[in-house]
């Protein structure tokens, strides 16, 4: 009887398992193709860097301390990243949203480029040129130098190493920054869109001409301050509406109380504060 059981439970086993593997594979398989895991991780102020398959690319990620208000990668990944040590020797691509120091640093470009030949700067004529102004060897890396400036409400579109960028202009928050080019970077990788916006003003009119929540972001990486008011959070609900928002630029002094606020006004945000964490999708 025993002997007899076991023999029925194994039929039906195998027969559970002969049935489910083809269907199983097939999901599997549509969805690598459709979309590829990336991984999001924390660099410092608004930087992240971003890896999913082959790509890697880092957005306002090389810059050094500068200001209390601005959490900056600590020395020993600053090196690592200025060195191009593994695994950041991988980096395809780098976006620079604009020239300001919590968000860039010429000699941390500059030194990037020089020691991974494989990567390519994106960014505005104001960054490109600072970086030629204040990095030595420029000659070695200025074919890898790309200057993209959209004017205010347009945008260009390029292809970097298999990597979609679109660059939008998108005016910097405050008056007394009229004159910094900022830029947003809305970029397509393995099937997810994200979304970097840098210090972009915060008024519809910046964002209306992009028509952005046609775009279906996956991910929107926010200054914080958006999400802390009411005209914020309803230019991102309305203007950009992405799947899932991520707050960055948060200031390390009040990191844990600053980012208990944002995730309790805008429910399902994540907060990157603490340099090095990342987050998979
Ligand atoms: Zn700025």
Redesign the pocket.
């Known amino acids: 009887m025993y002997a007899l059981l076991k023999v029925v439970l194994f039929s039906l086993l195998f027969a559970i398992s002969y049935c489910a593997a083809p269907d199983a594979r097939i999901v599997s398989e549509t969805k690598s193709e459709q979309r590829r895991p990336l991984t999001v991780t924390y660099v410092g102020n608004e930087g992240v860097l971003i890896s999913s398959g082959p790509h890697q690319l880092l957005i306002d990620g090389l810059h050094r301390e500068y200001k209390p208000d601005y959490a900056f990668p600590p020395p020993a990944l600053l090196g690592a990243l200025e060195a191009a040590r593994p695994p950041y020797d991988q980096l395809q691509l780098l976006l620079v949203t604009?020239i300001?120091l919590?968000?860039f640093h010429p000699q941390s470009v500059g030194l990037h480029l020089q020691n991974n030949p494989g990567a390519v700067l994106v960014s505005s004529a104001q960054v490109g040129d600072d970086v030629k102004e204040k990095f030595g060897s420029y000659r070695e890396i200025e074919s890898r130098v790309r200057r993209v400036t959209p004017e205010w409400k347009t945008k260009a579109a390029l292809e970097v190493k298999g990597i979609k960028v679109n660059v939008l202009g998108l005016r910097?928050?405050s008056e007394r920054?009229s004159w910094?080019q900022?830029q947003g970077f809305l970029v397509e990788l393995n099937g997810t869109k994200l979304l970097h916006i840098?210090?972009a003003d915060m008024t519809a009119e910046n964002f209306s001409s992009f028509h952005l929540p046609e775009e279906r972001i996956d991910i929107a990486f926010i200054p914080y301050w958006f999400l802390l008011s009411d005209q914020g959070r309803s230019l991102v609900k309305e203007h950009i509406r992405p799947k899932q928002i991520i707050a960055v630029h948060i200031q390390p002094a009040e990191a844990e109380k600053v980012a208990e606020q944002i995730r309790k006004a805008n429910p399902g945000t994540i907060t990157l504060t603490r340099i090095g964490e990342s987050k998979s999708f």
Do not use: A, C, L, V
């Open positions: 604009h300001h919590d968000h910097h928050g920054f910094i900022n840098g210090d």
